[in-house]
């Protein structure tokens, strides 16, 4: 059975689960994410925002910045020392804890650029939204509920000067929900590997993960596994991963 939640409690809970993060984020690793300004506008948005009625939320954080030392075997050799990496995120949802109304509109986009802008490199991560009326149709390929994919409209600025590289549009890879905490924590183990190792052995970093993980991940989590315990019979587990069979 579902708890009752109170939307205005709910609300408040995330709003202040976002300054707490920003609050980590600038005390602990400033080096790395210099200007935590937009998690704390995300903050207040959160407290008022109501995009689908009353019993809703939602926030968005804009350009969230992170100076990175470039990785190893990266291509081309001749990048620099550092690279920068810019996520934007969005996220709206129903103030419950079904995974099925959690969320209704995520998207995640990482852009990642040399100090110059001459090269850049972009993800983003979405929920895949179709129409009411089921306008969208069903796809040809593998296209999971919450996923993963390369490229898209960040990287127009490029002009199409892509070399010899091809980028398209799949693979969608399938990937659990997240907040902006699972983002933030998403973009610091790839890219920040020492700072996020140092992070998590911070106890007020640790706790936001453990709510995160336990909201978003668990649900999709045990969503997955019912699968195999009730059946295989739930359109909305086979949306997660259209693979299963």
């Known amino acids: ?16 689960e976002l300054r707490q993060l920003g609050g980590v ?23 008022t925002s109501k995009p689908y009625g009353p019993e809703s939320w939602g926030y968005q954080v804009d350009d969230l910045k992170f100076r990175v030392k470039t990785p190893q075997k990266v291509i081309p050799h001749s990048i620099g020392e550092y690279l920068q990496v810019v996520m934007n995120f969005k996220i709206q949802g129903k103030c419950t804890d ?3 109304e959690l969320i209704k509109l995520l ?10 802008g001459t090269y850049l490199s972009s993800w983003h991560f979405d929920k895949h939204i179709v129409s009411d009326e089921g306008g969208d149709g069903e796809p040809e390929d593998a ?3 919450y996923h993963f994919q ?8 490029l002009g199409g000067n892509h070399g010899g ?11 659990p929900p997240m907040d902006v905490v699972l983002a933030v924590d998403f973009v610091l183990s790839n890219f ?5 190792k140092g992070l998590r052995e911070n106890n007020d970093y640790s706790r936001r993960l453990t709510e995160a993980q336990n909201r978003y991940l668990r649900p999709y989590v045990e969503s997955m596994m019912s699968w195999w315990n009730t059946g295989r019979e739930s359109d909305f587990v086979k949306s997660l991963w259209p693979h299963l069979i």
């Open 1 to 16: 059975m579902t708890k009752r939640i109170k939307p205005d409690s709910y609300r408040r809970q995330i709003s202040s």
């Open 25 to 47: 984020l600038q005390r602990d690793a400033s080096e790395v994410c210099f200007d935590t300004g937009p998690i704390t506008q995300a903050a207040s948005m959160c407290g």
């Open 98 to 100: 079904e995974l099925t």
């Open 107 to 116: 998207e995640f986009s990482i852009v990642v650029s040399n100090d110059e």
């Open 143 to 145: 296209h999971p509920l």
């Open 150 to 157: 390369y490229g898209g409209k960040n990287l127009a600025p």
């Open 165 to 175: 590289i091809l980028i398209l549009p799949s693979p969608r890879i399938g990937h």
């Open 192 to 196: 920040a590997g020492l700072h996020w």
